[in-house]
């Protein structure tokens, strides 16, 4: 087996179209409430003082270079 064949292989009984990407519509609103949950809180996250830092610090630099 090379590095690529093990993400080839299916467990049993897991269907042969499954192969080709094909997800069964139960996996996929599983999949989509599991990463918009994610998303959310990660929106909803307030956004770290360094980062704001770093953000004022450009829109001063491109504020005196615009002048």
Sequence with gaps: MTGTDKYHEMPDGVPQHDMHGELDAK???M???AL???YDDLVCSPV???FLALLAELEAKEKRDSH
């Design 36 to 38: 918009k949950a994610h």
């Design 27 to 29: 996996v996929q609103i």
């Design 48 to 50: 770290p003082d360094r």
């Design 31 to 33: 999949l989509g409430n």
